[in-house]
Every structure is written in structure tokens, then in C-alpha cells.
């Protein structure tokens, strides 16, 4: 048996490295078209348009249409309700996926104003008297951190209702 463990570690010993290095090698060269070091997202200059589908789109699709099997609320038709009820749209600055991005206050306010277009994502959900969001506004709400994402949605949800609003945003809202 230890004639067996011996041979078995001295065959491990005498195999070729692994293929994939723990360690990069730090002599290997960009891939061609990469030279370039990266900059951040805020730094990048990107459109609105391209910095949804870069912070969104992974979780809201491309089109907003969300996924219930993911968990994730539909925001096309939908997300501008938000506004039309107390603490609405401190909510969709304080959402983690828009508070946590890697986008600064200027490019996160750009895409809420965005979002919440006629003609765009939020649709006919959006109230007549909507203010767009100021990069000073994002700021400040931004440093306040949302604790319960889902019992504060359900109260805006539960907000909504009273209102008559009809909640279409994919999701079982049992509250």
C-alpha cells in the first residue's frame, strides 16, 4: 500500500505543468487591438444607450422586459410609476444596480432621464409633470444606502395600488 502512495506521488511529480498558469505571465503581450490600458466607465465617454445595455441590460434585457425567473421586474411600460408615489423616485436612484454601477452622478442621472422618456423605456408610465434628475440630486441620494429592497418596493408597489395603478411589471406582487 505505501509502495502504492509513493508511486502515486511520483507519477503527479513527473506530469507536465498544468496547461493554465496561476501566475500571468508578465511578458505575454495585449491581444492585438488592446494595447491601450482600459478606462473606467465613467471615464469612457460611452453614450447613454450603451451605458444601459452595460449596467441593465444583464439583468433588465435589452428592452426592459425584465425576467420574472430571474427576479427581475419588467421596466418598459412600467418604471415611471415610480414616480407618481412618495419615496418613488429616491427608489430608482438607491435600486443597487444603478447606485452600485460604475457610472458617476452625471452619467447615472443622463440615464434615468433616459429611461423615463415618452418614447423610451418608461413609456406612457411616466407622470406629465416629471422633473428630470440632476446629477446633484443623483448625488445626494445616491449616498444613502437602500436596507430592504424588497419591503421598500413592496411599499411603493402597495402605494401604487392605491392610486389605482395598475402593476404590470411581470412580477407576483402579492403585496
Known sequence: ???????????TMAAPPALARAIPDPNQKHAPGNEAPQKAIAQAGYSTPVNYQLQCAGCHLGDGTGSKANDTPKMKGFVGNFLKVDGGREFLVRVPGMSQSALNDAQLADLLNWLMRKDG???????DDYKPYT?????SIRKVS???LPETRAGLIR???EQGIEIDDGMDNAY
Not at 1 to 11: Q, S, T
Open 1 to 11: 500500500m505505501r509502495l502504492l502512495l509513493i508511486a502515486g506521488l511520483l507519477c
Open 121 to 127: 423605456m418608461a413609456g406612457n408610465s411616466v407622470p
Open 135 to 139: 446629477e446633484a440630486e443623483v448625488a
Open 146 to 148: 437602500l436596507l430592504n
Open 159 to 161: 402605494a401604487m395600488r
